[in-house]
């Protein structure tokens, strides 16, 4: 043995990460390659003297209540620009759509972060096409990135779930290190994470797929591998070159890609008619909110007016007045917007906004001072009532700026008075 | 009050002037100009005129030339003569030409990043340039991360960030990569012992990176004086490098003043304390409304230093805001507040650690003083060099402790003033540091077999981490297989790969400090009493495991000493050099140390009042050293009596220690001694000289290429030394060395001087 592993035998006191060998454990060669095709059914595609392992599979929609209504849209998916938040999706067609899933050799990403399963799929007539792409061994990684770079050709757009923070990136790097032009760049990019968590963060606690899989698509995964396990399980497969180690790691990931298109499907068919498939308040009115905010007004109305006629929740039916009533008032519909603010204050005394919106009503658009100021007086009496509670008082953050209109609605009334008799 | 009339003063008065041990006068020096070099773009000339700066001295046109040609340079002269400019002015010049050209800047503080920054923009606006420089480091925020990778073309940032931030995630920062032309490392003489060896590992995966995107930067290096600048930089960036050291900055009369506070207790060598003596100067300077800065060895120092300041101030009715803190801790804003006031003069007086010893700009004081030797000669002009405006006099007044470095410099004031200051030495060839960055590197870009990262053997090291199943061997190269992030487990600074953090329990968990794992058992053992700042802390609980002692502030009137076991195995002998009956050898050995027990000794009378079982692993350590055997000739010579050898070798060994910080750059604790009196290896005496980190850095391999000064100076501290029989300034307290330890400390020093400095 030479002298500096000597040396490095002293000096170093890391535990080795599991001292079984590679080499005695080694299957003859070849021999675990055709284990990939009998165990596994996948197949092998060779250049030059690298080769990687590709299984493709099918998953049958006719079992998906969305699917129905994806084939009368013709694959288009029309109106989810409005919760993508990117407009370049005004035209999003799954027929030029592939969505993508990395299996990973660690979470921390940087550039010694290695994808060894690139799971790509898209819709075909009644099914899903998923193809898995996996890598054998380190060094033929540029053989597997030219397959998925082919396989992007004729693509417009690219789907994830989390890409855009983890796979995306890590995927740029790997196209780099190999010095491959990636084509990711040219592709339009839908994480679908984010209008997930639009729509349902409200009312689920956790929006990760497997949570969302399970709450909203009512599927649940039996016998799944832990994610934080599969590098693990990826660098054991290296040490043994066993292919079958990877069987839970394959079906793990082609589950990703396949809940992950029917999940985008199940949001494609919300947005197309969220009053028909939207069987929770909770998930309606987070689509009315974001649509509000984004300024979608038509599409977020019918959406209000349904929780504020029929809703069941007080809570949201309130919220939904409020939002409601903002959107009369941006549209110039000032009589209605005023309705409700006012039917909202009498159902709820300490909605600070309202009470605000509504002062600023009375006194800017019908310069009724005196309505102004009985609401006002109203509200910091309100407030001192309240007072108790400190900050959690609704209208702590409030109570200057009420005192601030009211001294200036006192001065317009004492002038307007002082006028109207000199009159 | 002139700052001469007090100069004067200062020496006429018989109470401090019995303390002034050395007074030195350096003229001053007028500046030498150089030429503006003709291939400066003329908007840079241009925006320094509008600036006031119409002539450049003859260092700064040097380096610019030199950089011009292609050159790596290291740029050597003192503070605040304009180095900043040197290499300003070659980047942007660059940059104005090709403005795909890209810069990277590294210091080794966040402080230094921002004030460099600012002094970028400064020039920039001037120049009216589109040019963006950023600084990149922990601070940065994550939305303005994105435009600075891409469109940054000076990045300022620090080795931490580099080495975490920066090179494993290189993909995204192909832009500055492919680009980058220039990389300025200031401060070199700040990468030294293990820092320096980590960045020198640093510099040779920024080099493989820039090599795979088709980039080959130049390097340029700035250090204060230090012995080797050429030979540190050459190392570190291991490249030919050119050695600028021809300052042609002016600079005033100095007055260089070495101060020992008397002494009060002659048997344990106890002087004075430093901070009595900096208040009585301190009111001196306030009264004579001098501006000035006080250097504080340590945080709370400078917390106390302020203070007494500030109620000296207040007595002679002097606003006490005037007088101001400054350390890291500070906020950000609160230290550029400071650094205004102190150019502007709203700010008279300065107390601060060594963080104001770096460039930041603060303008120039009158008055400079070093609370305690600062550790190194380099140092010591680091922090000299803030008094003194260009052409004014200036005053620098260095006050010593009772530790052996200060009082050796106090009685030897000409190896202060005469000799060249010490050597940054640094190993990157250290295995357990190289195998460190082997394994960054593998992560960024996967190794070819053939590919060579430092030394020749590094095949050999790749080859362990893939037995170690860390990398996989395939196909010709190694690629990293672990899902761990590597640089984030590495960190530059700390000494040892693992420390021992200190808890102090006395008002909420507030880490004090730390203490390498080595040194653990022996300091913060349960019931131990630990020291820190001059405050006593008792050691509640040592959690071993994890790696934790907890501590509560107490005041005792005793201290603890481990009793300790040490086993030095000798593993081989890599040179041998003979002094006639003395041998001098280098190599590998295994030091094992096991803490059984300890003593408690009450204070100033040394009794024992009591002993405790210590329960602790024992600790092993594979390093370098140097170590002396003593033949039977020597010692039958001599004619030490058996009982008295354990004695006056450990007394021998203690000044070693104490002392060889002064000839090679490194802290105190990085170094260690271990006497024998019957080595297993030799059967003889021997002293053991360690580096104090496993594999070691090179500190003892220094020593022993050049054991003659260590020598001398050891026989001259200890023959200078005032106290009777040995003291903690020299060789150690008599009851550790013995009531003769000092005297035949003395004698065994004379004549291994005389063997070894014989043949020199």
């Known amino acids: 043995m030479s002298s500096i592993k000597d040396k490095l035998q002293r000096l170093d006191r890391s535990p080795a990460i599991r001292s079984e060998s590679c080499q005695t454990e080694n299957p003859a060669t070849g021999k675990w390659i055709t284990d990939f095709q009998m165990e596994l059914g996948a197949s092998v595609l060779e250049e030059k003297n690298s080769f990687i392992i590709l299984k493709e599979n099918y998953f049958p929609l006719y079992k998906n209540s969305s699917y129905n209504n994806l084939q009368e849209a013709n694959y288009f998916l029309p109106h989810f620009h409005y919760i993508s938040g990117d407009p370049r999706t005004r035209d999003w067609n799954l027929r030029k759509t592939l969505f993508i899933d990395l299996e990973t050799t660690g979470l921390s990403g940087g550039t010694g972060t290695f994808a060894f399963l690139i799971g790509l799929g898209h819709v075909e007539l009644d099914h899903i096409v998923v193809r898995q792409y996996l890598l054998p061994d380190f060094q033929h990684e540029w053989l597997l990135l030219k397959h998925i770079k082919n396989a992007f050709v004729g693509r417009e757009f690219i789907a994830s779930f989390n890409g855009k923070s983890f796979d995306i990136p890590l995927l740029r790097n790997r196209f780099i290190l190999n010095r491959i032009d990636s084509v990711l760049d040219d592709l339009i990019h839908i994480d679908i994470l984010h209008p997930a968590r639009r729509i349902w963060k409200r009312r689920l606690n956790s929006c990760d797929l497997v949570n969302l899989e399970y709450a909203v698509l009512g599927e649940e995964r039996i016998g799944d591998i832990p994610g934080e396990m599969i590098p693990q399980i990826y660098f054991e497969y290296i040490r043994k070159r066993q292919a079958i180690l990877l069987r839970d790691v394959l079906e793990h990931n082609y589950y990703d890609i396949v809940h992950l298109i029917i999940l985008t499907m199940h949001i494609g068919k919300m947005i197309a008619d969220p009053l028909e498939s939207c069987r929770h308040e909770e998930d309606l009115y987070s689509l009315a909110r974001y649509y509000y905010q984004n300024e979608h007004f038509s599409e977020a109305l019918p959406l209000l007016q349904h929780l504020y006629e029929l809703g069941k929740d007080p809570q949201l039916k309130k919220e939904s007045m409020f939002i409601l009533s903002m959107i009369y008032k941006k549209r110039g519909d000032t009589r209605a917007s005023r309705d409700l603010f006012q039917a909202l204050i009498s159902t709820q005394k300490d909605h600070a906004e309202a009470l605000q919106e509504l002062a600023k009503y009375y006194e800017h658009k019908e310069k009724n001072y005196r309505s102004a100021l009985e609401l006002i007086d109203r509200g910091i009496e309100y407030s001192l009532f309240l007072q108790q509670l400190g900050k959690d008082s609704p209208l702590h953050d409030i109570k200057d700026d009420l005192i601030y209109r009211r001294n200036r609605l006192i001065k317009k009334i004492s002038k307007w008075s002082s006028e109207a008799e000199s009159e | ?760």
């Open chain 2, 1 to 760: 009050m002139t700052l001469e009339q007090l100069i004067d003063y200062l020496k006429n008065d018989p109470e401090i002037s019995q303390s002034i041990s050395f007074w030195k006068e350096i003229p001053e020096k007028p500046p030498i100009y150089g030429e503006f070099p003709e291939f400066i773009n003329p908007s840079i000339q241009d925006a320094l005129n509008t600036r006031g700066i119409n002539k450049l001295y003859s260092h700064q046109s040097e380096a610019m030339q030199r950089i011009q040609d292609g050159q790596n340079i290291v740029l050597v002269t003192p503070t605040a003569s304009g180095k900043t400019l040197a290499y300003n002015v070659p980047v942007l010049n660059k940059i104005l030409s090709d403005p795909d050209s890209r810069a990277l800047y590294l210091f080794p503080t966040k402080a230094l990043s921002q004030d460099q920054l600012k002094e970028l923009h400064d020039l920039i606006t001037l120049m009216n340039a589109d040019i963006r420089t950023y600084t990149f480091d922990g601070d940065t925020p994550v939305t303005a991360r994105k435009a600075i990778r891409k469109s940054g073309h000076i990045v300022i940032t620090n080795p931490d960030m580099l080495h975490q931030g920066i090179l494993p995630h290189h993909t995204i920062w192909v832009k500055l990569f492919e680009n980058l032309n220039y990389v300025v490392l200031d401060e070199i003489h700040h990468y030294r012992g293990v820092f320096g060896s980590h960045l020198g590992n640093l510099i040779r995966r920024l080099k493989r990176i820039c090599r795979f995107y088709g980039s080959k930067p130049q390097f340029i290096c700035c250090s204060a004086t230090i012995a080797n600048p050429a030979d540190l930089a050459a190392r570190i960036i291991e490249e030919p490098v050119t050695l600028i050291d021809k300052n042609g900055a002016p600079t005033g009369r100095k007055h260089f003043v070495l101060f020992n506070p008397p002494i009060i207790n002659k048997q344990l060598g106890i002087r004075r304390s430093v901070v009595t003596e900096v208040r009585k100067l301190a009111s001196h300077l306030l009264a004579a409304r001098v501006q000035f800065i006080v250097f504080a060895r340590s945080r709370v120092k400078v917390e106390i230093l302020t203070k007494y300041i500030r109620e000296a101030a207040k007595k002679m009715h002097i606003d006490p805001q005037k007088v101001s803190g400054y350390r890291g801790g500070y906020l950000p804003l609160e230290r550029r507040r400071i650094e205004q006031g102190l150019k502007s003069g709203s700010i008279l007086g300065v107390v601060s650690t060594n963080a104001l010893e770096l460039g930041i700009d603060i303008g120039q004081l009158d008055v400079s003083i070093l609370a305690g030797y600062p550790g190194t000669i380099a140092s010591a002009w680091q922090q000299a060099g803030r008094a003194g405006r260009r052409s004014n006099t200036s005053l620098t007044i260095m006050i010593a402790s009772s530790s052996p470095l200060n009082q050796y410099l106090m009685d030897h004031p000409d190896y202060f003033f005469e000799k060249s200051p010490e050597s940054g030495i640094v190993d990157p060839n250290n295995l357990l540091i190289l195998m460190s960055h082997i394994k960054c590197g593998a992560f960024e870009i996967p190794f070819r077999e053939d590919e060579i990262f430092g030394i020749e053997g590094s095949r050999e090291i790749l080859e362990y981490l893939a037995e170690k199943n860390v990398l996989r061997h395939a196909d010709g190269k190694y690629f990293w297989m672990s899902e761990i992030f590597p640089a984030e487990e590495i960190s530059l600074r700390s000494a040892s790969p693992d420390n021992v953090v200190i808890i102090d329990k006395t008002r909420g968990d507030r880490v004090i400090g730390e203490v390498d794992l080595f040194s653990a058992p022996m300091l913060v053992h349960q019931e131990a009493i630990y020291m820190h700042e001059t405050n006593q802390y008792h050691v509640d609980e040592l959690d071993w495991d994890r790696k934790k002692a907890y501590v509560r502030s107490v005041s005792v009137d005793y201290f603890t000493d481990a009793i300790t076991k040490t086993n030095i195995k000798v593993l081989s002998v890599d040179e041998a050099k003979s002094f006639g009956p003395l041998n001098l050898s280098y190599g590998d050995v295994n030091v094992s140390t096991v803490t059984t027990a300890y003593k408690k000794i009450k204070l100033f009378t040394h009794e024992n009042v009591g002993a405790g079982k210590v329960h602790l692993p024992e600790i092993e350590m594979s390093t370098t050293s140097l170590w002396m055997e003593l033949m039977p000739e020597f010692m039958e010579k001599l004619g030490i009596p058996d009982s008295q050898l354990g004695g006056a070798l450990q007394a021998v060994a203690n000044v070693f220690r104490n002392i060889a910080p002064l000839f090679i750059m490194c802290d105190p604790g990085d170094i260690r001694s271990v006497p024998m009196v019957r080595a297993p290896f030799s059967q003889r005496p021997t002293i053991y000289l360690y580096d104090n980190y496993p594999g070691g850095v090179g500190l003892s391999l220094k020593i022993m290429s050049y054991p003659y000064p260590l020598i001398s100076g050891a026989l001259n501290l200890v023959k200078s030394c005032p106290c009777d029989s040995g003291c903690p300034s020299c060789v150690g307290p008599v009851l550790e060395v013995g009531e003769k330890g000092k005297f035949l400390a003395t004698v065994l020093l004379e004549e291994i001087n005389k063997q070894v400095n014989s043949e020199n």
